[in-house]
């Protein structure tokens, strides 16, 4: 299974100088299926069986089982790591989860990531990354806003 589908990553650090509010940074599509919530459950500890139970989820009406949160929001945020050149070189990131992946069996869900230059301060040199966060066109992240330090 494909990861993700990504432009092409940075290999070098975006120039703050060059940079402009709108700019776009990128954009992936992150696909998710039943193994990788198995994978990211045990690498995370997260073994919550709305996760990985059909039964268990709809008992507590969900549609089914749902994609982690944190690793949506994990794969959200990598594309701006790619963009900046370096992970640590994102300082703050921040979101909030407006509504579940839902992951068939078979099949995989397909997240939509994009990002854009939102706020700009030369004097910290951070940028703000806007992202957009969707599944089937609804947004599951709200406010995903990433700080690069550059």
Known sequence: MTEHI?????????DLSSLEVGDVVGTREV????????????????????????????????PGVIAHGMFTMGAAVALVEDWAGDPGAVVDYQTRFTRPVPVP??????????????????????????LT??????????????????
Request: charged share 20%.
């Open 6 to 14: 990504a432009s092409p990553v940075s290999t070098t650090r975006p």
């Open 31 to 62: 696909l998710v299926d039943r193994a990788r919530l198995v994978r990211y459950a045990g690498a995370s500890g997260d073994f919550n069986p709305i996760h990985w139970n059909d039964t268990f989820a709809q008992s507590v009406d969900l």
């Open 105 to 130: 069996n078979p099949g995989e869900a397909v997240i939509s990531v994009s990002g854009a230059i939102g706020a700009i301060d030369t004097e910290a040199r951070t940028v703000r990354v806007d």
């Open 133 to 150: 966060v969707t599944f089937e066109g609804a947004k599951v992240l709200m406010k995903a806003q990433a700080v690069v330090r550059l």
